[in-house]
């Protein structure tokens, strides 16, 4: 297995809550993670119809059968649980009992917020991150190989096409749960909505627009953007809250949390489709944006992440915001670091002033470099502080 930085969280949650969750797309290594971390613990898995039919029909009897812990795997599937759970929880002061994980948080983290209120310690896991992949050795040699693989797990522990594997993601997972969740009458629709919100990742979301390029309403598609944010397939980066001058963009950015699949759904099949394809800036945005989203997620770290845009065009990629002080990411993905990419974070260095610390500039190229006013950091390594 390969190990993931959230390990050190999740522990450290298993010792202080007698509940931990465990919440992220599906195939990100959820259950391969808790597995491995509680291998004393029985396990459950509530997409399977004779257990979800238990829980569901009798969940005194079936909690009574693991009064000692488990770990109840997909537990959106049988919400209904978890009151059931909280009964049994309060009877022991036992700590780091019961592991539950979940793949869409459509409603699941309002139920565990009212019925295990205090009790619960939650942790997102997402697709492997670039220095996960780089310490087992298995991150591609290439840029463009990384942006049409992607990071989820099963395309880099087992000889399976990237093309393959995501086209069959799509079917199995994506589709069958907006399905679930919400009313599509016509898939294709959806097929195209999904597509489209690929070629817009990156930019700065117009539901109008993409509701009238998919044919649909203004309202179908936020139901269904809510459905693929659930199920964390996309994610919006808000833009910075402080304006400076009151002239700022003030609608989210739409990006995929992987960029393989982004780029599968861009009907890129190979990596060198990638060497000229009009999209590869954006691409490279996405997946660099992801890698800081993990780096927050996998840390007890309370920063927050936001982009910034004047509506004159200035604009950083990313503000990670710490205490009083924001840090500007700029993410280019050229080879070569020219003055132009270091426009706009020293336009927002001036802007912010004492509040702006040292910005960062990650770029398509392979070296590291800490001049006096940027950190320069490559591809696959973007995070400062993470190899």
């Known amino acids: 297995m390969i190990a993931r930085a959230a390990e050190a969280l999740l522990l450290e949650y ?18 391969t993670l808790t597995r491995a971390l509680f291998p004393d613990r029985p396990y459950l898995s509530l997409e399977n119809l004779d257990t979800r039919e238990f829980a569901m029909s009798d969940p005194r009897g079936f909690l009574a059968q693991y009064r000692n812990g488990a770990i109840f795997d997909e ?15 309060d009877e022991s002061s036992t700590l780091g009992r019961f592991i539950i994980t979940g793949s869409q948080q459509y409603n699941i983290r309002q139920d565990i917020s009212q019925s295990l209120a205090g009790r619960v310690g939650a942790v997102t896991l997402l697709p492997f991150s670039s220095a996960e992949l780089k310490s087992a050795d298995r991150l591609p040699d290439t840029l463009n190989e990384l942006l049409y693989q992607g990071h989820y797990p099963p395309i880099h522990d087992r000889p399976v096409s990237p093309t393959a594997w995501h086209e069959n993601y799509v079917a199995s ?5 907006v399905r679930q969740l919400v009313a599509v009458r016509d898939l294709s629709v959806f097929q195209t909505f999904l597509r489209l919100c690929a070629g817009r990742t990156g930019q700065v979301l117009n539901l109008s627009a993409l509701g009238d390029d ?16 659930a199920g964390f397939v996309v994610h919006l980066l808000q833009p910075y809250h402080r304006s400076f001058n009151k002239r700022l963009i003030k609608s989210p950015k739409l990006y995929f949390h992987d960029v393989g699949l982004a780029a599968y759904l861009l009907s890129i099949r ?4 990638l060497v000229a394809h009009p999209l590869r800036g954006a691409l490279f945005e996405s997946a660099m944006v992801s890698e800081f989203v993990k780096a927050l997620h996998n840390s007890r770290d309370s920063g927050s992440l936001a982009y910034w845009r004047e509506r ?19 993410m280019k993905s050229g080879s070569t670091v ?15 002033g004492k509040t702006a610390s040292i910005p960062v500039l990650v770029y398509g190229g392979d070296t590291s470099q800490n ?5 320069i950091r490559p591809w696959h390594s973007p995070v400062p502080g993470h190899a």
């Open 14 to 31: 298993a010792d202080g809550f007698p509940v931990v969750a465990v919440f992220g797309p599906r195939q990100s290594g959820k259950t």
């Open 75 to 89: 537990i959106q599937n049988v919400p209904t649980l978890l009151s059931y759970l909280q009964q049994v929880v």
């Open 173 to 177: 997972y994506i589709e069958r749960d």
């Open 214 to 229: 998919a044919g649909v309403s203004h309202n179908t598609a936020r139901a269904w953007l809510s459905v693929l944010e």
């Open 270 to 273: 190979n990596a060198d489709d």
């Open 312 to 330: 004159r065009g200035d604009e950083v990629d990313l503000i990670i915001e710490r205490g009083g002080t924001a840090t500007a990411v700029e």
């Open 338 to 352: 020219t003055r132009d990419m270091l426009r706009g974070i020293r336009r927002w260095s001036d802007v912010a």
């Open 371 to 375: 001049r006096t006013d940027v950190t």
